[in-house]
Structure formats: structure tokens, C-alpha cells
């Protein structure tokens, strides 16, 4: 148990942030701008560009010169293989996924955030106050909750309360992401990864910590549906693998599964009736 409050000076040591980046020329800018707090405090901020086509490269090397700051650049798309091979370059205890359209709207009290999950050490992650940008207002995301207790309670929660990329976008514990992380892109995938960290220990939610994000392609199930090649049902394998994450499978976590399954079975057809 630590016991001892560690100072913004060794806060640096233990955390990473990891940004991966294709095309993103009208948010890159912002989101690195959000960062730069971090980075004044020495925390490493590591970001790969996918082969960008769009300008993104031209806005990411005015900030090469950043102390804290390294930048790769690609030289084909590499898919999902950008954000393993950042994860393997951080060698601090936890790391920060950071979308290059997602904005870090205020981290000033990340210390603390930091200094509470080093007393428990059964934390795997935590979540940010996390609020989707629509164009004139915002909204929270489910994901929005602390996931403690037993397996049963945890999962019951995970299930009920899952959001776009449920907690991908948070801090979590670098051996076990680089460990979980998929080896192959799938649809769901990335809530299959907070599912298996979340077996592993407690998930915490921190409200000081401001996350910001646009209302990309996760939040549309028919941008989903082009991108994977499927029409309303998402492949099978979503479900199948959220199964084989839960430590303990009551029929209280089964029917939260299910709910959120369905959910996901009825996102498109909301979306078309809405027309979004």
C-alpha cells in the first residue's frame, strides 16, 4: 500500500499518453492543444499518424518541437496495428488513450486522480467525466460510473452502462492493455478489451477530469453497419467474446447482457427514424 502522495514530478513517471491519428485535420489541432497542460508537466505524449492524406501531417509537425511530444509517422495505414504499436513504446505503469478527436478539457487535477489509484492497488483503470459534442450541446456518456464490488456487481453495471467504446478512453493499466488489446479488429472490440481489464480488478470514475469528444462513428450504428459490412445484426462475435470475458456469468449479468445486445440490434433502426 502507498501511502504517500506523489508530487506532479514523479506523477510523470507513471503515466503516458497515446494518441493515434489518420485523417483528422479539423480536430488534431485542438485535441494536441488539450494535451499541452500534460506535457508542461513532462508527461509523454506519443502520437502515430496512420498515412494521413488530409493535411494532418502539415498540422502535426508544428508540434515536433515539443519537448514532450514525439510523433511517428506511418508510412502506409496500418489499422488497428497504430495503437499497439504505441502501446508498446510506453513504458510507464498506466497509460491514456486519447482520440485525435477527443479533447482533454481539463486534467489539472490528474495528480490526484493518479495519487488515488496507487493506494488501491486492484485498480486496473478510470474513466473520465466523458460528454459526447453534439452541435450545440452535450452529452453525457454512460460510461459515466464508478465499477467496484464483486464480479457479478461489476459486470451487472459494465453491461448496463456501456457507452461508445465503453472505457477504452480513460487511464488504464499499460501490462494489461498491451496484453488484452486485440490482435485483430472486430466489430465491438474495443468493449471487449474494457470488458477483460475490468475481470482483472475496479474500474474508478474521476469527475474533475473533463473528456470532450466528437460524435464520431461510434455513435452512429449505420456508419457501423458500412464499416463492417453488415446491415442491422452486428457479427455474433461481439457477443460471444463479452461471454467469455465475464468471470462469473449469474442470470443477472446474462440479462444485462442481453439488453445491451438488443440495444445494439435497435441502434440502426433509431438512427433511421431520426434520421441521423
Given at each position: 500500500m502507498?501511502?504517500?502522495?506523489?508530487?506532479?514530478?514523479?506523477?510523470?513517471?507513471?503515466?503516458?499518453?497515446?494518441?493515434?491519428?489518420?485523417?483528422?485535420?479539423n480536430?488534431?489541432?485542438?485535441?494536441?492543444?488539450s494535451?499541452?497542460?500534460?506535457?508542461?508537466?513532462?508527461?509523454?505524449?506519443?502520437?502515430?499518424?496512420?498515412?494521413?492524406?488530409?493535411?494532418?501531417?502539415?498540422?502535426?509537425?508544428?508540434?515536433?518541437?515539443?519537448?514532450?511530444?514525439?510523433?511517428?509517422?506511418?508510412?502506409?495505414?496500418?489499422?488497428?496495428?497504430?495503437?499497439?504499436?504505441?502501446?508498446?513504446?510506453?513504458?510507464?505503469?498506466?497509460?491514456?488513450?486519447?482520440?485525435?478527436?477527443?479533447?482533454?478539457?481539463?486534467?489539472?487535477?490528474?495528480?490526484?486522480?493518479?495519487?488515488?489509484?496507487?493506494?488501491?492497488?486492484?485498480?486496473?483503470?478510470?474513466?473520465?467525466?466523458?460528454?459526447?459534442?453534439?452541435?450545440?450541446?452535450?452529452?453525457?456518456?454512460?460510461?459515466?460510473?464508478?465499477?467496484?464490488?464483486?464480479?457479478?456487481?461489476?459486470?451487472?453495471?459494465?453491461?448496463?452502462?456501456?457507452g461508445?467504446?465503453?472505457?477504452?478512453?480513460?487511464?488504464?493499466?499499460?501490462?494489461?492493455?498491451?496484453?488484452?488489446?486485440?490482435?485483430e479488429?472486430y466489430?465491438?472490440?474495443?468493449?471487449?478489451?474494457?470488458?477483460?481489464?475490468?475481470?482483472?480488478?475496479?474500474?474508478?470514475?474521476?469527475?474533475?477530469i473533463?473528456?470532450?469528444?466528437?460524435?464520431?462513428?461510434?455513435?452512429?450504428?449505420?456508419?457501423?453497419?458500412?464499416?463492417?459490412?453488415?446491415?442491422?445484426?452486428?457479427?455474433?462475435?461481439?457477443?460471444?467474446?463479452?461471454?467469455?470475458?465475464?468471470?462469473?456469468?449469474?442470470?443477472?449479468?446474462?440479462?444485462?447482457?442481453?439488453?445491451?445486445?438488443?440495444?445494439?440490434l435497435?441502434?440502426?433502426?433509431?438512427?433511421?427514424?431520426?434520421?441521423?
Amino acid at each position: 500500500m502507498i501511502n504517500e502522495n506523489k508530487t506532479w514530478n514523479e506523477i510523470k513517471d507513471f503515466i503516458t499518453v497515446i494518441v493515434p491519428v489518420y485523417n483528422a485535420v479539423n480536430t488534431i489541432s485542438k485535441c494536441i492543444d488539450s494535451l499541452l497542460f500534460l506535457e508542461k508537466k513532462g508527461v509523454r505524449i506519443i502520437i502515430s499518424d496512420n498515412n494521413s492524406n488530409d493535411g494532418t501531417q502539415n498540422i502535426l509537425s508544428k508540434y515536433q518541437d515539443y519537448k514532450n511530444i514525439e510523433i511517428y509517422f506511418q508510412s502506409s495505414n496500418i489499422g488497428g496495428r497504430s495503437v499497439q504499436f504505441l502501446a508498446n513504446k510506453v513504458q510507464t505503469k498506466f497509460l491514456i488513450p486519447i482520440g485525435s478527436d477527443d479533447y482533454l478539457i481539463d486534467c489539472t487535477k490528474l495528480d490526484f486522480t493518479i495519487n488515488r489509484i496507487l493506494k488501491n492497488p486492484n485498480t486496473v483503470g478510470c474513466n473520465f467525466n466523458s460528454s459526447f459534442i453534439y452541435e450545440d450541446f452535450l452529452v453525457s456518456d454512460k460510461t459515466n460510473i464508478e465499477i467496484t464490488g464483486s464480479a457479478e456487481n461489476k459486470f451487472y453495471k459494465f453491461f448496463l452502462h456501456v457507452g461508445a467504446n465503453s472505457r477504452y478512453y480513460g487511464i488504464i493499466r499499460s501490462d494489461l492493455f498491451k496484453h488484452l488489446y486485440p490482435r485483430e479488429n472486430y466489430f465491438g472490440d474495443d468493449v471487449v478489451l474494457s470488458a477483460r481489464i475490468l475481470s482483472m480488478g475496479d474500474w474508478f470514475y474521476d469527475e474533475n477530469i473533463i473528456l470532450h469528444r466528437e460524435r464520431g462513428g461510434s455513435s452512429n450504428p449505420l456508419l457501423i453497419n458500412k464499416a463492417n459490412n453488415f446491415i442491422f445484426i452486428p457479427p455474433f462475435r461481439l457477443f460471444k467474446e463479452l461471454f467469455r470475458s465475464c468471470p462469473k456469468l449469474s442470470l443477472k449479468v446474462i440479462f444485462a447482457l442481453l439488453i445491451y445486445y438488443i440495444k445494439i440490434l435497435l441502434g440502426p433502426l433509431k438512427h433511421i427514424l431520426i434520421g441521423r
